[in-house]
């Protein structure tokens, strides 16, 4: 009786797939994120439904560590209609729409579910209804989790210890400004190159997640996590302009869902991920440094200036929006 049930729930599928408006495609997706890092466990995820739900017509391919180029890069073939999906860091569209940037502002954000009913209500769909213009769609928000500070020269304990370090940082101007205020000397860099720069010297350290380290083994050449949560990622998940316009309505209805219903697995993924990545760090042998709240607080008061530049280039209702949900305030 089961495998009756279970056959006419495949019929029932197929037949509704069938019902649709889906032609046969399949969807470069890419990122620069490695392979077993939660935002790429997402996009299999993503391509896994989206084939399922279409009845095999719209396939995902996934393109992990960065093989089709640097974010940068890759969003300009998104915008040229060579790459059709990427999933990147949303304070990076910064670049594109000023406004992304405040998803981007150091120490405020702590609350994940405060971020979620930010980012599924009213804020995301501030920020995404102006991506169209800029060449592509923003379709959910996923989950990168806490950034950390990592180094090879020193514990950093305090605000001090952070002077003089040279950070690779990400190619967005407010992250370089941040790390100015903090004292270390901020290096834009894409991630690609970031392994070399780190096993040379180039670079005395770098900030991700905790399981982005672990998965592109930057612990193997950094000893030293500070657990700084500086900044909360959310990923954006973006499909070109050029693609999306050849869609029917149906297929971009299908896209759209299954995006939003990823969400909810890849979120609760990376939120299990930050610990359990943090120890396996530690038990191989890399000096873990939680920081004191009254050092934290401290890195916060000189990032201050920083933040109130940019949040007065930022649609003012948005800037009281996210500050008032996160209990934030420069006064």
């Not at 720069?197 to 000893?223: I, N, W």
């Not at 299990?272 to 943090?278: G, M, N, P, T, Y």
């Amino acid at each position: 009786m089961k495998l009756i049930h279970g056959l006419l729930a495949a019929a029932l599928l197929a037949t509704g797939a069938q019902a649709q408006d889906y032609s046969n495609r399949t969807i470069k997706f890419a990122a620069t994120g490695q392979e077993g890092t939660p935002p790429v466990q997402g996009m299999h995820i993503f391509a896994e439904k989206l084939e399922e739900q279409s009845g095999g017509k719209l396939k995902a391919r996934v393109f992990a560590n960065g093989v089709l180029g640097g974010d940068v890069q890759v969003l300009s073939s998104l915008q040229g209609g060579v790459v059709e999906m990427m999933v990147w860091n949303a304070g990076n569209m910064m670049t594109q729409a000023q406004d992304f940037g405040i998803l981007d502002l150091p120490f405020i954000y702590q609350d994940e579910e405060v971020m979620d009913t930010l980012l599924d209500g009213d804020v995301g769909k501030m920020l995404t209804d102006q991506l169209p213009e800029h060449g592509v769609v923003g379709l959910s928000f996923w989950e990168q989790g806490f950034r950390q500070l990592t180094n090879n020269t020193r514990e950093v304990h305090r605000l001090e210890d952070i002077s003089g370090l040279k950070i690779r940082v990400q190619q967005n101007p407010l992250l370089v400004d941040m790390w100015k205020a903090l004292g270390a000397n901020p290096t834009p860099m894409a991630v690609t190159e970031l392994y070399t720069a780190l096993e040379t010297g180039a670079v005395d350290g770098q900030e991700c997640t905790a399981p982005f380290a672990l998965t592109a083994k930057y612990t193997e050449v950094q000893k030293y996590v500070s657990v700084t949560r500086h900044n909360y990622n959310p990923q954006i998940v973006l499909i070109g302009k050029p693609f999306w316009d050849q869609l029917s309505d149906d297929e971009k209805a299908l896209i759209q869902n299954v995006a939003q219903e990823t969400a909810v697995e890849q979120r609760r993924i990376s939120r299990e991920a930050q610990d359990s990545a943090l120890a396996e760090i530690r038990a191989a042998g890399n000096v873990v440094t939680e920081i004191a709240p009254e050092e934290l607080a401290r890195m916060q008061e000189a990032v201050a200036p920083v933040i109130r530049t940019y949040a007065d280039t930022f649609d003012p209702e948005l800037v009281r929006t996210v500050f008032d949900a996160v209990g934030f305030s420069l006064d």
